[in-house]
């Protein structure tokens, strides 16, 4: 590591800690030559794998922005979105691997949106798996209404009575 005021090549680590989110490594740097002290940040790289076959950085705001557009005009806060794209990264980072396809981020973006917001998954769910019927709809709400009864809720959202 170079140090940013004289530019001596080598820096001697003081102090290490994760940020706040665990994302990143905070590290405090001193320079032999010169004695200042300064700075880093490091994080693991995840590159996300287009269909082109373009690689790209992975970005939470990209995340964000996707599920932001399925999540209009619903009950769903900013707090609960910057979570769920939390939780979508975690989950990525989790397989261990610096590339990932891009089909897998939002695959791993299906789950946590389900149970957020039913109407905003199957709004994802139809642009992302490309859904081209009806019947594609009727399937995944019979899906839904499915997994609904098996936990005793009502189809459509009331607690059933016992």
């Known amino acids: 590591m170079h140090c940013p005021f004289c530019r001596h090549t080598d820096s001697r680590v003081i102090d290490s800690r994760t940020t706040d989110d665990g994302v990143c490594i905070r590290r405090r740097r001193q320079c032999p030559e010169c004695g200042r002290r300064f700075t880093t940040l490091e994080t693991s790289s995840l590159s996300v794998l287009k269909r082109s076959g373009a690689a790209e950085p992975f970005s939470r705001a990209k995340v964000l922005a996707g599920v932001r557009k399925a999540c209009q005009g619903r009950p769903v806060s900013e707090d609960d979105l910057a979570l769920l794209a939390q939780q979508v990264e975690e989950a990525i980072r989790s397989q261990g691997s610096a590339e990932i396809e891009a089909h897998e981020v939002g695959m791993a973006v299906l789950e946590p949106l389900r149970r957020l917001d039913?109407?905003?998954f199957l709004r994802f769910a139809s642009?992302?798996?490309?859904?081209d019927s009806l019947a594609d709809f009727e399937a995944a709400i019979a899906v839904l209404r499915a997994e609904r009864a098996a936990t005793g809720e009502h189809p459509d959202g009331?607690?059933?009575k016992r």
Request: charged content about 10%.
């Open 158 to 160: 009331v607690a059933a």
């Open 118 to 120: 039913e109407v905003a």
């Open 127 to 131: 642009v992302y798996q490309a859904w």
